[in-house]
């Protein structure tokens, strides 16, 4: 079964960085892109960007441009996403999705979330 | 674009329908609208892709519809598993924006 392990929560101060992984199982790893969410603590979900983990190409939302990076070690089967000069308004859950089918937009499976608290 | 739901909250009781709107501030193709359901502390769980394609193991009572700016995921009698917030996603163009959400309680 596919499977998307992220992982542990983070607890980090303003003006700091996070780097959240993502490890894909079940299927290989550079046939699907990798989609990133997050969802502030009672809030909606945010879309921030997405990896295509078999050339390295990204797309970022713009609200994220030039403070998040999306990388990946194929080796490993593993995604990342770093977000730099955390804010409060950064506290949030992040998931990693990948989409249902080749080349089909719908994320089908998701990663189980990892809280990222921003405080001083 | 910018993706608004409505209504923001419904409240039903088990067994009626429930009819949720997902309207897109431009045309959005098809293929590229989706359906997420989410419960408390839990990652959404994909419904319906492409607009109206169930994805694997979701019940037959979830139905989605729709083209260019509207869009409407229909489940036809509530069961109690069903009361969650439910968002769509376009993937059309970039930013791939979620809508605010419904909240589908029980009445």
């Known amino acids: 079964q596919v499977h998307l392990v992220q992982s542990g929560a983070e607890v980090k101060k303003p003006g700091a960085s996070v780097k959240v992984s993502c490890k894909a199982s079940?299927?290989?790893?550079?046939?699907?892109?990798i989609q990133w969410v997050r969802q502030a603590p009672g809030q909606g979900l945010e879309w921030m960007g997405w990896?295509?983990?078999?050339?390295?190409?990204?797309s970022y939302a713009q609200k994220f441009q030039g403070r998040v990076s999306m990388t990946r070690d194929t080796s490993i089967s593993t995604a990342y996403m770093e977000l730099s000069r955390l804010t409060s308004d950064d506290t949030a859950v992040y998931f990693c999705?990948?989409?249902?089918?080749?080349?089909?937009?719908?994320?089908?499976?998701w990663g189980q979330g990892t809280l990222v608290t921003v405080s001083s | 674009i910018v993706l608004t739901q409505s209504p923001g909250t419904l409240s039903l009781s088990p067994g009626e329908r429930a009819t949720l709107s997902c309207r897109a501030s431009?045309?959005?193709?098809?293929?590229?609208l989706a359906w997420y359901q989410q419960k408390p502390g839990q990652a959404p769980r994909l419904l319906i892709y492409?607009?109206?394609i169930r994805a694997t193991g979701i019940p037959d009572r979830f139905s989605g519809s729709g083209s260019g700016t509207d869009f409407t995921l229909t489940i036809s009698r509530l069961e109690p598993e069903d009361f969650a917030v439910y968002y769509c996603?376009?993937?059309?163009?970039?930013?791939?924006?979620f809508g605010p959400g419904t909240k589908v309680d029980i009445k």
């Open positions: 990896l295509n983990p078999n050339t390295g190409g990204t």
């Open positions: 999705t990948r989409d249902v089918l080749i080349a089909v937009p719908g994320s089908g499976f």
């Open positions: 079940g299927y290989t790893f550079t046939d699907y892109y």
């Open positions: 996603q376009q993937y059309d163009f970039s930013p791939f924006a």
């Open positions: 492409g607009a109206s």
């Open positions: 431009q045309s959005v193709s098809s293929t590229y």
